[in-house]
């Protein structure tokens, strides 16, 4: 993103201010307009919410400031800005930034309106994550500064603990109640008032890494925050937890914030099964294809419900006809026209009773509802390899709401239909000697074996067992008796 603000008005306007802070963390900016259009963003602000690069940043906010607020939080942010913008105009307020992984961080965002080089206002925000913000309460709390109203409004789910097994609670705010639906009494009665008893049991592993981080830092160092599963009065909910040590005169506990981030998981758990369901479907489909593709001369993607098909492999369809019957459904992908078309030039109507009727969409989604998949003979008039009689195999890739995929592929059988008319053939000269000889012999000579014999009666018999015990390889046997 092309920074609008140079760094050294920056400076001028921003980081003197904030030098009560501490280290200047991340600074963005926008126009006092709807929704706060960007204006300035630094690498730090970037880094800070997870990204490579501030372009990148911007982009995954869609432009806009409002979307580094957390929409429940979005109303009191309003509120601590004021409901009037002017130049010089100072605040300060407490927000859930997200970050690139999803989840969320409280941050201290301080902010100054100045007036821009084109003469608009806008808003400069310098942000620091919660650590801080912890820290600053903490130092607070040492001095008895802290109220209990201030502790009850803080956002999220404020809590302490003890570093006792099971870490129990030494507070919980309204809000932790809130996200989790709990009473007090219930969280002591149910859960033994401690606070890894809420957690899933295939979770609790996480707290005790998380924790044990948090001492080897002795609460000094940045930990990330760790996302768990706690169990609410209507389920366990995803949380994003950031907690700290703190030390307050002798006393030592964990002091953190969660935040709900259930229906972000949920919904991210959602679009990968989608995703996985995807993927199998297009394995299977190209599996299929795959199979297809080896034996038949056209393969069509359809899609029923939408009228719709694709050529994968050839295209039967247009058959060899000329060019005055092509240009009627050339370009056109639509289904059933293209069916009707095969139907009334290309088919020999005597060949497939129905065929029309049940390739067409209603039928075939009716049939395909049942069945994985069916089959329809027809023969065509020859087209430019020849052939004439062909197998329709329609199988269901998936049925949707608005969608009822098929493959429709199209194959010749006119070497099948061949080698059934010539049994038919040998059966029936077989069938005619048997009428004159009492023992026929079917031989293939080239690999000198008897592949079929028939005996009219007992003298039969005798004779076509003589002659496979004598290996004998005659075609036809005929023998006269003598009155």
């Known amino acids: ?36 259009p960007v204006y300035y963003a630094n690498e730090e ?13 911007v982009e995954a906010i869609d432009g806009k400031v409002i979307n580094t607020i957390h929409p429940d939080d979005r109303e009191q942010v309003i509120k601590d800005i004021g409901g009037e913008y002017y130049e010089g105009l100072t605040y300060e307020t407490t927000y859930r930034m997200p970050r690139k992984d999803g989840s969320w961080f ?9 007036r821009t080089e084109d003469g608009k206002l806008a808003i400069i925000s310098a942000c620091q994550d919660m650590t801080s913000f912890v820290e600053r309460h903490k130092k607070l709390e040492e001095q008895n500064m802290l109220s209990q109203a201030t502790i009850d409004n803080i956002p999220g789910g404020y809590h302490r603990c003890s570093l006792e097994e099971g870490h129990p609670f030494l507070y919980i705010s309204d809000r932790f109640l809130a996200i989790l639906g709990w009473t007090r009494e219930e969280i002591k009665t149910i859960f033994d008032n401690k606070f890894d008893n809420m957690l899933h049991p295939d979770d609790r592993n996480l707290s005790a890494k998380y924790t044990a981080r948090i001492l080897d830092t002795c609460g000094h160092g940045f930990t990330q925050d760790q996302i768990y599963r706690v169990l609410g009065k209507d389920g366990y909910h995803w949380v994003t937890d950031a907690t700290t040590l703190v030390k307050s005169g002798n006393q030592t506990f964990f002091q953190g914030n969660i935040t709900d981030i259930t229906d972000f998981v949920k919904d991210k ?67 059933s026209e293209r069916v009707r078309y095969f139907f009334e030039n290309i088919l020999i109507k005597d ?11 209603e039928y075939l989604m009716e049939e395909l509802k049942e069945k994985d998949s069916i089959e329809i003979y027809h023969k065509t008039i020859p087209n430019g390899s020849g052939s004439r009689h062909f197998l329709a195999n329609a199988v269901r890739l998936s049925n949707e709401e608005e969608h009822f995929k098929i493959i429709l592929g199209f194959r010749s059988v006119d070497e ?18 048997g009428k004159e000889y009492f023992s026929v012999l079917a031989v293939e000579l080239d690999k000198d074996r008897v592949f079929y014999y028939r005996e009219s009666d007992e003298n039969g018999k005798i004779i076509s067992d003589f002659c496979k015990k004598l290996g004998l390889l005659l075609s036809v046997w005929k023998m006269e008796f003598s009155a």
């Open 45 to 57: 602000m970037a880094r800070m919410l997870g990204y490579d690069a501030v372009e990148e940043m």
């Open 269 to 335: 758990e959602k679009k990968e099964k989608e995703l996985e369901d995807s993927n199998q479907i297009l394995n299977e489909r190209n599996r299929i294809l795959s199979a297809l593709s080896r034996d038949y001369t056209t393969v069509l993607l359809c899609d029923l419900r939408q009228d719709t098909f694709e050529v994968v492999k050839g295209d039967t369809f247009t058959h060899n006809d000329p060019e005055e019957k092509q240009k009627l459904v050339r370009g056109s992908n639509c289904y």
């Open 351 to 361: 060949s497939a009773p129905g065929y029309l009727e049940k390739l067409l969409p």
């Open 1 to 36: 993103m092309k920074q609008l603000i140079t760094p050294d008005k920056v400076q001028k306007e921003m980081l003197t201010d904030f030098i009560i802070m501490g280290e200047t963390k991340g600074l963005i900016g926008g126009y006092c307009e709807n929704e706060f």
């Open 416 to 433: 099948i239909m061949k080698k059934e008319q010539e049994i038919e053939l040998q059966r029936e000269i077989i069938e005619g000697l």
């Open 106 to 114: 409280w941050t201290v965002d301080k902010g100054k309106v100045i």
